[in-house]
């Protein structure tokens, strides 16, 4: 049977998701605290977010959900889904994505999103057989270094509710501006050149991580891209600079590749039309 998480025991969902996930093609450990944090920060739903409960050994899955409006579409994502490994093959993972598609048909959308590693064949055949398509793919990597030389970018602070309308109609849930979200007109020898969403945080060992999350240039330009990553990697000793589900077919994805990436992933982003 599924419970909404709302009435489910916290930690042992966290439980059910670090153990569906524990043969994962990467590390996606989460705490209590991370799997609150993710479901707020990415205004996912605690009520259509379910686990999946056997009659006698607990839960079995996990799936997170929200729904949100974009471009004039309104969407629900799928923030995760996992079942734990001795359980599957017992259609868990289909009866979680009917339930995401019977919500969304509930709440009225227009589509069901989601994203696959590159490689996971297994979940890529699943998803299309429930009738996902590819819409295009991500990446997810950190680039090797930054030009230790170049002209600063002069970051300003922006409204990111006035930008949406500039946003990539396949950018990723997570990406997407908020009214929380840092975002920062770049301006070079006075011109407004673009914009630029990123994250910093900062590991154990202190090192300083900037994720770009969106970069959107007014005009392509290698000489732009060395200048922000030069910036960026001036604000801390040591700073790290990651590319975050950036989508690979963006001109400005392919100038900043061009920098070497470590630790370089792909995913699909799928969709499922409703409407």
């Not at 043969?23 to 739903?45: A, G, N």
């Not at 991500?138 to 970018?153: F, S, W």
């Not at 240039?217 to 590319?243: A, C, F, P, Y």
Request: aromatic share 8%; proline share 3%; hydrophobic share 40%.
């Amino acid at each position: 049977m599924l419970q909404p998480l709302l009435s489910a025991d916290t930690a042992l969902a966290t439980r059910t998701w670090n153990l569906g996930f524990s043969d994962y093609f990467v590390p996606m450990y989460m705490t209590e605290k991370m799997i609150k944090d993710r479901i707020e920060s990415l205004h996912l739903s605690w009520e259509l977010s379910c686990v999946y409960k056997t009659e006698k050994e607990g839960y079995a899955g996990i799936m997170l959900a929200g729904i949100q409006p974009f471009k004039e579409r309104k969407q629900l994502w799928i923030g995760g889904m996992a079942v734990i490994p001795e359980f599957r093959r017992q259609s868990i993972a289909r009866t979680l994505m009917d339930h995401a598609q019977k919500s969304a048909i509930d709440h009225n959308c227009d589509d069901i999103l989601l994203e696959v590693i590159k490689g996971n064949a297994r979940a890529y055949a699943l998803y299309e057989g429930l009738g996902f398509s590819m819409m295009n793919e991500l990446i997810v990597g950190e680039l090797n270094q930054a030009p230790a030389e170049g002209e600063l970018i002069t970051f300003e602070k922006a409204d990111p509710l006035e930008l949406k309308n500039q946003e990539h109609e396949l950018t990723p849930w997570q990406n997407r501006l908020d009214e929380n979200s840092t975002v920062y007109h770049m301006y070079a020898e006075g011109e407004n050149i673009g914009y630029i969403f990123f994250t910093e945080s900062q590991k154990e060992n202190g090192q300083k991580m900037v994720s770009i999350r969106q970069l959107v240039l007014h005009k392509e330009s290698k000489e732009h891209i060395e200048n922000i990553l030069h910036s960026l990697s001036s604000r801390g000793t040591g700073v790290r600079i990651q590319l975050s589900n950036l989508i690979t077919s963006q001109p400005e994805c392919e100038l900043l590749r061009e920098y070497g990436m470590q630790s370089e992933l792909f995913q699909f982003q799928m969709k499922k039309l409703l409407k």
